[in-house]
């Protein structure tokens, strides 16, 4: 991949995890969120993110994953791609990260990949008032569930924070990801644009209600690969 800012060699998939480290010695979660978006800033294709998929974006995907401790996201996202527990461990470690699911309604199939095919419990973040028998099948299924007062930004950080989970990479979806910046919770934002138009009617990567102030994000890293941008935006603060 070439290195287009800040000046520097070539990275190739070795110098990856080198190029997105997490800031050492982390006192706190530090949100980070992962996208892929085309052109016209369509965030999935048919339904689903695989659509805008390419290599360099697939490298950097699975580099994000070996660099956290937690993968965050929300139910209609680990609904919509079928998602399973993370395949290769957390480098430094001999374990997967664990996959931590939002869902204020626990509505989640038990036959999902998140408790049929994976390496450790997958962790389902709701609340006290999801219905009691949803939560007893997740845990049924060998879901780590967790029943917080509530699902705003903070206390689900800090429920990842208990359990010593600080490096977060959140992968979606849109609405989770919105909550995040409204709350001003996200550190760091890895934007993939892929080279295409796609049209259509897919969403923005982000929505949230109205009223919060937009976070000013500053521009660290750039990538190119084959038409591929993956940028590397942080917070300015």
Not at 10 to 29: I, Q, W
Not at 161 to 184: K, N
Not at 207 to 230: C, K
Request: hydrophobic share 40%; proline share 8%.
């Amino acid at each position: 991949m070439r290195r287009l800012l800040p000046p520097g060699p070539d990275v190739d998939e070795t110098g990856l995890p080198g190029a997105y480290a997490y800031p050492p010695d982390l006192d706190r979660p530090w949100v980070r969120v992962n996208f892929v978006s085309s052109l016209d800033g369509a965030v999935s294709v048919d339904g689903v993110s695989g659509g805008l998929g390419t290599p360099a974006d697939k490298a950097v995907f699975g580099v994000l994953r070996r660099l956290a401790d937690v993968i965050l996201v929300g139910s209609g996202t680990a609904r919509a791609e079928r998602y399973r527990g993370a395949r290769k461990p957390t480098l430094g470690k001999d374990t997967p990260p664990p996959v931590a699911v939002v869902t204020g309604s626990a509505a989640l199939e038990t036959d999902l990949g998140l408790f049929t095919d994976t390496a450790v419990p997958t962790i389902v973040l709701t609340t006290v008032g999801a219905p009691a028998d949803r939560r007893a099948a997740l845990r049924e299924a060998g879901g780590d569930v967790v029943e917080l007062p509530d699902l705003e930004p903070a206390t689900i950080l800090a429920e990842l924070d208990r359990r010593g989970l600080r490096r977060v990479l959140c992968e979606g979806g849109p609405g989770l990801h919105g909550d995040l910046v409204a709350a001003g919770a996200v550190d760091e934002l890895c934007l993939t644009l892929s080279p295409l138009l796609a049209a259509g009617d897919a969403g923005r990567i982000a929505h949230s209600d109205p009223g919060h102030d937009a976070e000013a994000m500053e521009l660290v890293q750039v990538l190119e690969s084959d038409g591929t941008l993956l940028l590397r935006y942080r917070h300015r603060a």
